[in-house]
């Protein structure tokens, strides 16, 4: 999970943060677990704010540039993320707060991956209008940690995924495996 907060956190580095606005609200059952965690990451960057990182950013960096196309566009990015010292430290119900804002026709699921074994759980939601991508939710649970992050705006995946491998962001394969 902490993957998911530095990937942000990386794109977000020339950034402060400042305004609520977003499609996707984090509901005040939410917000309440920070009083209750060990550690808490709270980022609010709404649209103007990303643009004035996006001065910060080089375009003649290629890599800077990359960074700089992705969030072109972007009207905020959102992470909450709460680590707990005991599991048992949020509930079902506070997850369910976040899921069910995310709701057919608007968004869509297209990843969940649930643990039974070590319990951790992640969805994935994308809200589509007209054929592209104009939202992404992640929610990922775990015994003692639960992450919330929400882009709002038009997202590239190309873009987003030839990131992967760089500035500290995992490597992701998202080809899956070769045929022989």
Do not use: C, H
């Not at 956190?9 to 950034?15: C, E, F, N």
């Not at 704010?49 to 905020?76: C, E, H, R």
């Not at 939710?137 to 705006?153: D, H, M, Q």
């Not at 590239?156 to 495996?177: R, T």
């Amino acid at each position: 999970m902490k993957a998911i907060v530095v990937i942000f956190m990386l794109i977000l580095l020339p950034a402060g943060a400042s305004a609520r606005a977003q499609d996707v609200k984090i509901p005040v059952n939410v917000e309440r677990l920070a009083a209750k965690a060990v550690e808490t990451v709270n980022v609010t960057v709404d649209g103007p704010m990303l643009q004035l990182a996006g001065k910060f950013l080089s375009s003649s960096d290629p890599d800077q540039k990359q960074i700089k196309t992705l969030i072109d566009g972007l009207k905020g990015i959102y992470v909450r993320s709460f680590e707990f010292a005991n599991e048992g430290e949020y509930t079902a119900g506070d997850v369910e707060s976040l899921r069910s804002q995310l709701r057919a026709p608007e968004w869509s699921r297209m990843v969940n991956v649930s643990s039974k074994k070590g319990g951790e759980n992640v969805d994935v939601f994308f809200r589509m209008i007209k054929d592209k991508i104009a939202g992404l939710v992640v929610i990922a649970a775990e015994p003692k940690e639960l992450t919330f992050v929400s882009i709002v705006g038009p997202i590239d995946l190309d873009q987003l995924s030839s990131l992967s491998g760089q500035f500290g962001i995992p490597k992701v394969d998202l080809k899956g495996p070769e045929k022989k």
